[in-house]
């Protein structure tokens, strides 16, 4: 009896249920088109540097997603030395903030599959930039971020080599870190 | 006493003070130092594919910014067919919210410049990924995103070529669009 009702409550660890982990990954090996997914989000130029996204269908595991009742929303603005009003934080700096999240994350789902429980993980990330090309001042500096530093804090239960392979793991198999990376293509298309 | 009176109010376009922007431009000429910037995001773990960022200072046109009295926050989460309850949009989405308000105030700051007046401008992104990366499944496909659409409509004052050439410019200067299109360094170091 003790052991039925062991196996029918989920292993969770670092709050992730790892079989269902397994099962995912079971799945796409059957179908490796389950593991193809599109992401979308929708935004509304309000005024100067202050717009609005709306993000909540997306296409993945096979089918169309339907479990958010409400689309999420976030406001991009700029603070006054980059003539706004802090409406929002600004679009750079929500970069560092999805690659925050997505290094952590992968790092977590790693860790899980491998049966390390993490006690602390909390990053600080620091991204340069030379606003001199955005602006069109010199055509020798990028526009974008030079580099982006990521300062991890972690506390796991395993060695500190297994912890050098997790952040090995989180640097390049984070979709986002890897997305910034390497050079991926970006499309704008004027809509009709 | 009415040109007086116009003289010292600001010349706005598309909601940007013109004249503060090319003021801004004229003390980055003299002095270039002043165009660089460090943005920065803190970020905690929760549990499973939840974690915090908050956003609040950065270092710009030579000085640490004190403009905001109260941190920005934003949670990650994942939806559950990524073994999430959906508290939060996921660092991947966030990334296209990123691209989308950074390539629409690019745009808008350049059209300003040229004195050109927007009057609508929205974006649809999306984005394509599998899974497969991330998870490690096989090496020959990548973890981030193959490519990313942007749909932008817009509507302005101005020539179809002007708007070819401003789309342009939101596709190529950009910071967002630029780190996402280049490969650019990402580190994750250890924290004592």
Known sequence: MKTQQAMTQPVMVNGLDVQAA???????????GLARF?????NTWISGGTNRSTIRDFY??????????????????????LLGDNEGANPVEFLLHAMAGCATTTLVLHAAARG??????????????????????DESVSPGYERIRILMKIEADCSD????????????????????????????????
Do not use: Y
Request: include cysteine; hydrophobic fraction near 40%.
């Open 22 to 32: 397994f099962d995912t990954i079971d799945a796409i090996k059957a179908d490796p």
């Open 38 to 42: 599109q992401f979308r989000a929708a």
């Open 60 to 81: 993945g595991a096979g089918r169309e997603d339907d479990s958010r009742e409400e689309p999420f929303e976030f406001m991009n603005g700029e603070p006054p030395v």
């Open 116 to 137: 390390i429980t993490i006690r602390h993980l909390s990053t600080k990330l620091e991204g340069e930039i030379d606003m001199r090309g955005m602006l069109g001042l």
């Open 161 to 192: 080599e297994m912890l050098e392979d997790l952040l090995d793991v989180a640097r390049t198999q984070s979709p986002v870190c890897n997305t910034v990376c390497r050079p991926v293509p970006v499309v704008i298309e004027r809509a009709a």
